[in-house]
């Protein structure tokens, strides 16, 4: 399977806290709810069309436990993400929990390099890293991600905590697709070049 991370980012870098001011408040971040105002059709029909390529989801335990508690309570026949994000399998990278309350849910313990590696083996298609910035910077600078899918709004926080800040390697990416929406939203899709092998970074702890 190919790994593939989806992000939403600010114009500076800000992946934290797009979907409310709640969402996360972690280190006191009071900016969240960034993206909402950008939000149109076109948006929706290519976030849809990517989920449609998942295989699986892939996540750190936060997002996990925030996915597990929402996605569940919402019913609306018409929403374009419910049944698939419900229904696919989910894998959660962390040394804490045993189990999973979302199912199907594998937990994954253990060095995250090498558990998703194994994964990555696998036949399929993508599997997808949503939120989970962390986990995905670290398997993005380790080389095992291989499409970056990033959805750039329009704005500048000032603060809150960055997709990209400090890799612990270089990462090359070519792009090789992209869109503009009606709200100015950017939709950019790239995909590895150059990153070295898994196995090859040592030091990069669980995501707990």
């Given at each position: 399977m190919k790994i593939a991370l989806t992000e939403f980012v600010t114009l500076d870098g800000v992946s934290q806290g797009p979907g409310s001011p709640t969402e996360d408040t972690s280190d006191d971040f009071t900016r969240g709810?960034?993206?909402v105002p950008y939000l149109?059709?076109?948006?929706?029909?290519?976030?849809?069309?990517?989920l449609g390529l998942a295989d699986g989801l892939l996540l750190g335990r936060r997002?996990?436990?925030?996915?597990?508690r929402d996605w569940p309570q919402i019913t609306d026949p018409n929403d374009p993400f419910t049944e698939r994000m419900n229904s696919l399998p989910k894998y959660v990278v962390t040394?804490?929990?045993?189990?999973?309350?979302?199912?199907?849910?594998t937990v994954l313990h253990g060095d995250p390099i090498q558990t998703v590696g194994k994964l990555k083996a696998q036949p399929g298609r993508e599997l997808q890293i949503h939120g989970s910035a962390r986990l995905g910077k670290a398997l993005l600078?380790?080389?095992?991600?291989?499409?970056?899918?990033l959805v750039v709004a329009p704005t500048v926080t000032g603060s809150g905590r960055r997709l990209l800040d400090h890799p612990s390697a270089p990462v090359g990416l070519r792009l090789i697709r992209h869109e503009v929406t009606t709200t100015g939203?950017?939709?950019?899709?790239?995909?590895?070049?150059?990153?070295?092998r898994v196995g090859e970074?040592?030091?990069?702890t669980a995501f707990v």
């Open positions: 709810g960034w993206l149109d059709k076109l948006f929706v029909r290519r976030a849809s069309d990517w997002t996990y436990e925030a996915f597990a040394n804490t929990l045993t189990e999973g309350s979302w199912h199907p849910t600078s380790a080389g095992v991600v291989d499409t970056l899918r939203l950017l939709l950019l899709e790239y995909e590895r070049v150059g990153a070295g970074y040592e030091g990069v």
